[in-house]
Nanobody, 124 residues
Framework: QVQLVESGGGTVQSGGSLRLSCAVSGYKFNPYCMAWFRQAPGKEREGVATIGSMGRPHYGDSVKGRFTISQDGANKMLYLEMNTLKPEDTAMYYC??????????????????WGQGTQVTVSS
């Protein structure tokens, strides 16, 4: 069974940085079809950053140039480096993976496994 455990959230001032980590276990680690999502109170969940089915990173418009997604297959970790944080980045952040991904440009990742979330709060 796939298990994802996030860490690294906290409270930071506007302009600050945080690094989120996601420990992945219970499945064959693949360096593609991995993602970070976030959800703020009263808002829908949104994709923040993904590593797609060809292993390439993609970012939401609101975080481009500020956030970086990366993975460490040897240690089965997924990371989200967040810089120049803004109050509007305040949300619960979740990591997600596709437990059975296909390495293909024609494959759409399916986020079948999720972590419990880690809270990020950015004060102005």
């Amino acid at each position: 069974q796939v298990q994802l455990v996030e860490s690294g959230g906290g409270t930071v001032q506007s302009g600050g940085s945080l690094r989120l980590s996601c420990a992945v276990s219970g499945y064959k680690f693949n360096p593609y079809c991995m993602a970070w999502f976030r959800q703020a109170p009263g808002k829908e969940r949104e994709g923040v950053a993904t590593i797609g089915s060809m292993g390439r990173p993609h970012y939401g418009d609101s975080v481009k140039g500020r956030f970086t997604i990366s993975q460490d297959g040897a240690n089965k970790m997924l990371y989200l480096e967040m810089n120049t944080l803004k109050p509007e980045d305040t949300a619960m952040y979740y990591c997600a993976v596709d437990p059975n991904p296909v390495y293909s440009r024609y494959y759409a990742c399916r986020w079948g496994a999720w972590g419990q979330g880690t809270q990020v709060t950015v004060s102005s």
